[in-house]
């Protein structure tokens, strides 16, 4: 790299924009071109020698349950819709989409509605990003740890929640959620998914299997009411808490047939701990 051209395998010495300076002591590990239907960019990725220590758990815990219907659930029982503008881009989008057909085949109106379309689809991804980015943020307001749940977003986005997956864009959002939690020095963890909406948050007893429409959970051994994705977020919160009071190694792992554990990290093996008969309080 010098100035602002940049040497690329096969294609040499480009002319580039640079968004912004590279900070003092990274180093370029990768650069990828990325075709955006405003043009091509340029992502470097940096690398710097410094060791960022991680959140120690502490503070306020949130848990999270992320859903169709609501966005996200929190613990503390807020419950967050998906953004109202995105459906109006959605809509904007299907309608070019279907505009598209009377088109002739390669002719230039064609051509440019095409455009438009990758150029909308782009404006998608790009507000998308921007809410989820803000939404993580103010998450990170009101806690010191924050619990999600080990859902692989990919194989769920193959089930036959697909399309509504993939538009939601949660894999993403955790990601951007890891990434903010870091920057605010709030605790991350994922959990245990197993169960969480069949599991009663103030008295751990099984409740059996909600139907999608059943919206509230209501206890029967002790009668605990609130909202069910609110008592699947405190579900998350719970199993968080309890593996981290339990003190779990972050390698360990064994018997995979509990109902409530800490993941260490994505990818790896979970740990698991049978629950124990005494509720945790809820707020
Ligand atoms: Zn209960």
């Known amino acids: 790299m010098r100035g602002n051209q940049i040497k690329l395998p096969q294609l040499g010495w480009l002319e580039y924009i640079k968004s912004r300076e590279i900070p003092d002591g990274f180093v370029v590990k990768q650069a990828r071109i990325v075709r955006k239907a405003s043009g091509y960019f340029v992502m470097l990725t940096l690398e710097c020698d410094v060791l960022v220590p991680s959140p120690v758990p502490s503070g306020h815990p949130l848990g999270l349950d992320l859903g169709l219907d609501k966005f996200v659930a929190t613990s503390d029982g807020v419950l967050i819709e998906r953004p109202r503008f995105l459906q109006v881009l959605h809509r904007k989008l299907k309608l070019l989409q279907r505009r598209l057909k009377h088109k002739h085949k390669g002719s230039s109106n064609r051509h440019k509605l095409n455009r438009k379309i990758a150029r909308l689809h782009q404006r998608i991804?790009?507000?998308?990003?921007?809410?989820?980015?803000?939404?993580?943020?103010?998450?990170?307001?009101?806690?010191?740890?924050?619990?999600?749940?080990?859902?692989?977003?990919?194989?769920?986005?193959?089930?036959?929640?697909?399309?509504?997956?993939?538009?939601?864009?949660?894999?993403?959002?955790?990601?951007?959620?890891?990434?903010?939690?870091?920057?605010?020095?709030?605790?991350?963890?994922?959990?245990?998914?197993?169960?969480?909406?069949?599991?009663?948050?103030?008295?751990?007893?099984?409740?059996?299997?909600?139907?999608?429409?059943?919206?509230?959970?209501?206890c029967p051994e002790c009668g605990y009411t609130t909202h069910r994705d609110v008592a699947a977020a405190q579900v998350i919160r719970n199993r968080g808490e309890t593996a981290l009071q339990e003190g779990f190694p972050p390698q360990a792992t064994a018997n995979p047939k509990g109902i409530s554990g800490l993941l260490s990290q994505p990818g790896r093996k979970c740990l698991w701990r049978r629950s124990s008969g005494d509720g945790k309080p809820s707020s």
Not at 129 to 153: I, N, Y
Not at 195 to 207: A, G, I, L, R
């Open 125 to 218: 991804a790009d507000t998308r990003k921007d809410w989820q980015f803000k939404l993580a943020h103010k998450l990170c307001d009101d806690a010191g740890m924050m619990f999600v749940e080990d859902v692989d977003f990919r194989t769920w986005a193959k089930g036959m929640l697909g399309k509504h997956t993939l538009d939601a864009g949660f894999g993403q959002f955790i990601e951007i959620l890891k990434w903010a939690c870091s920057k605010r020095g709030v605790y991350f963890e994922k959990v245990n998914k197993d169960y969480t909406s069949q599991v009663c948050p103030q008295c751990d007893t099984h409740t059996g299997k909600k139907e999608l429409k059943d919206r509230v959970h209501s």
